[in-house]
């Protein structure tokens, strides 16, 4: 089977082959005809399964049949990261379209982003609190939307972005085509589906399960030497690029920094960082200079690296969903993945929720020669650090400044 089998334009057929795609994957073979046909669709799969590219295509096809120079198209992002690779992927898939894309998101000045807007453009990849910062100050013309993706829905809900979604399509005043895809569908998401959406199709590729390319393991371990065992495991195999998850970005630069005293090429990502230092970070990761990111569930929601070998949870996520989106990281298309995780005694309760899932046993391993006695610290330097009130930073909650992510 081959992309001809959707008669796109010839000139996004050039851009596909451009990119080297022969043959679609299973969401874009199923999602690419109904969008085609204007259907309203919800599109259900993990990371890594072509999604992107399944919207993508069909809206640029669209495009090409409207006036230019108008915003026709538009795509909701949860991170600046995302929206970036979003807009990244319009651009070389439309290549040789003509067809101009933009990507919108706080953090950075809005005077750019008005006279690319008033210069002319398709299709706007936008995060949703700067896109509203725009529709208040009718600095973007929405008049003409025909087509409205809303990306990553189950973690827009996690962010706390739900009532920002909701603004914007109060503000949309004409009939429209929308798409929605998430990896999971709570219950949040599933009322959002029944006010935004007409008689939707539904596309879904797998379950709300970790993908079979991964290798699952658990190391137990002690917390306070959490990070001593990071190290040694990360010198005992050799690896392409590695993705560590932390619970709150505090921990994930002091890891970060203990990983590069100790001769690691190492990084932290997550959403306290300037916008320079983040794209740093991730052009690092992506090039190869940086071989070990050390990241927040929510600022890894835009890393878009096929070669991720292994992700490590240095801190268990807090349910299977969020195990899945981490790992969701490695053995993406034809490729195999590992995924490490370091377990404590209070973290059996989710231990037994993913084996559930994937229907077997977490295969429990051991580093030779590590020591596992070794005492704590009076107090533990490795614990993680949770900020007043119990809440946990990098994780789902909304805190003041989250919504200009």
């Known amino acids: 089977m081959s992309f001809e089998i959707f008669n796109l334009h010839p000139s996004i057929m050039e851009g596909v082959r451009a990119q080297g795609y022969t043959e679609p994957t299973p969401i874009q073979v199923q999602a690419i005809p109904p969008i085609m046909q204007g259907r309203d669709i919800i599109g259900l799969a993990q990371t890594g399964t072509g999604k992107t590219a399944a919207f ?189 998850f932390t619970r709150t970005k505090h921990r994930a630069d002091r890891v970060a920094l203990q990983l590069k005293r100790t001769g690691f090429r190492a990084t932290a990502l997550h959403g306290d960082l300037a916008q320079n230092r983040r794209q740093a970070a991730l052009d690092g990761f992506r090039d190869g200079s940086v071989k070990i990111l050390v990241a927040t569930d929510i600022a890894a929601r835009g890393i878009d690296v096929l070669s991720i070998s292994h992700v490590i949870n240095l801190d268990m996520p807090e349910n299977v969903d969020a195990y899945t989106h981490r790992i969701g990281r490695t053995g993406r298309i034809d490729q195999k993945g590992d995924a490490l995780t370091f377990v404590t005694a209070a973290d059996a309760a989710v231990v037994r929720e993913i084996e559930e899932v994937l229907k077997a046993p977490l295969e429990r391993r051991k580093l030779q020669g590590f020591d596992y006695n070794a005492a704590a610290p009076e107090i533990p330097a490795d614990a993680p650090r949770r900020p007043a009130g119990g809440g946990r930073t990098g994780q789902g909650q909304r805190s003041g400044g989250a919504r200009r992510r």
């Not at 538009?74 to 290549?95: F, G």
């Open 56 to 244: 993508v295509l069909p809206v640029l096809d669209r495009l090409l049949k409207l006036q230019r120079g108008r915003i026709g198209a538009a795509v909701i992002s949860p991170t600046r990261e995302l929206a970036e690779q979003t807009c990244e992927a319009v651009d070389a898939l439309a290549k040789y379209t003509n067809l101009k894309s933009i990507s919108i998101y706080g953090g950075v000045g809005m005077e750019q982003q008005v006279r690319r807007l008033r210069s002319g453009v398709d299709i706007i990849v936008a995060c949703p609190g700067r896109l509203l910062d725009h529709i208040w100050k009718s600095t973007i013309d929405l008049s003409f939307l025909e087509m409205l993706v809303i990306d990553e829905a189950d973690r827009m809900f996690d962010m706390g972005f739900l009532p920002d979604i909701r603004s914007i399509l109060r503000c949309l005043v004409r009939p429209r085509q929308t798409m929605l895809f998430s990896a999971t569908m709570p219950p949040d998401i599933r009322r959002l589906v029944q006010e935004a959406l007409r008689i939707p199709v539904t596309v879904q590729i797998g379950h709300s399960a970790p993908v079979d390319s991964v290798s699952h393991s658990i190391y137990p371990v002690k917390q306070h030497l959490k990070t001593k065992l990071l190290t040694a495991v990360l010198r005992s195999f050799e690896t392409d690029s590695v993705l560590v």
